[in-house]
C-alpha cells in the first residue's frame, strides 16, 4: 500500500470539537479505494472508512466531527487498517501540542514533528518548526543588582554630602558623623547579603 498517515491536527484554537482533522495522502502511481479501510486511537476507538478512493499524489481529511476520534494533546497514536484488517501505517507522538500547531511527516515513512504551518490536504508537508522562547534568569537579579548598585551610590553621596556640611557647619559634631557611618556600614551590608542571596538564586 502506498496510503499513510501524513498529517494531525491535534488542538485548534478555540474549540477542539469537530475542528481536529487525521489527514490520509496517497504516494503511489495507482488510486486506492480506501472502503472498509479503518482509523483507529489509542483508547481503540475507531472509524471505518466507507467510499473514498485516494488518486495518486493526493489527500484526504477526516474531521473529528465525522470520525469521532478526539486528538489528545499531548500523548496519542493513530492507526490506519485496510479492509482485510491488516495494519498498513501507524505514528505516535507524545509531546504537548499548542494552538494551530500540526504534527507532520516530511515523508511517507518519517517521524511525526511538529510545525506551524499546517498543510490540509496537500501531500507536500512544510515542516517549520515552532520558535522557542528561552526564559533568561540572568535579566531579573541583575537589573535588580544594577538598580541596588544605584541605589548605594545615591544614597552614598547624599550621606556624604550630609556628612560634609554637617562637619563643616558643626566643627566638632564628630559623634553625628559615626552614627551616620554606623548606618551607612549597616545599610551596606544588607544590601551585600542581597545579593548575595539572588546570585545564589540566579546560580540554581
Known amino acids: ?10 488542538n485548534p484554537a478555540g474549540s477542539d470539537t469537530g ?7 496517497n504516494n503511489g502511481v495507482s488510486s486506492q479505494s480506501l472502503a472498509g479501510w479503518k482509523l483507529q486511537d489509542a483508547g481503540l476507538k475507531s472509524f471505518v472508512i466507507y467510499d473514498v478512493t485516494l488518486s495518486p499524489q493526493s489527500c484526504v481529511v477526516f474531521y473529528n466531527a465525522q470520525t469521532k476520534i478526539s486528538l489528545n494533546n499531548n ?3 493513530i492507526s490506519l487498517f485496510d479492509v482485510s484488517g491488516v495494519l498498513v501505517d501507524t505514528v505516535s507522538y507524545n509531546k504537548a501540542v499548542k494552538d494551530n500547531q500540526a504534527l507532520a ?3 511517507a515513512t518519517g517521524e511525526l514533528q511538529t510545525t506551524v504551518v499546517p498543510t490540509k490536504g496537500e501531500i507536500q508537508n512544510v515542516i517549520l518548526a515552532p520558535v522557542t522562547r528561552i526564559k533568561s534568569k540572568a535579566s531579573t537579579p541583575l537589573n535588580t543588582l544594577a538598580n541596588t548598585e544605584h541605589g548605594v ?4 553621596q547624599g550621606i556624604q554630602n550630609r556628612t560634609q556640611t554637617q562637619t563643616l557647619t558643626s566643627g566638632t559634631n564628630i559623634f553625628e558623623v559615626i552614627v551616620i557611618g554606623v548606618c551607612v556600614a549597616g545599610v551596606l551590608a544588607y544590601v ?3 545579593i548575595i542571596v539572588e546570585l545564589k538564586e540566579y546560580k540554581k
Request: proline letters at 3%; one cysteine or more; charged letters at 25%.
Open 105 to 107: 511527516r516530511a515523508s
Open 19 to 25: 475542528n481536529e482533522w487525521i489527514e490520509l495522502c
Open 1 to 10: 500500500h502506498m496510503v499513510y498517515i501524513s498529517e494531525l491536527f491535534p
Open 153 to 156: 551610590r545615591s544614597m552614598e
Open 192 to 194: 551585600f547579603i542581597k
Open 75 to 77: 500523548t496519542e497514536t
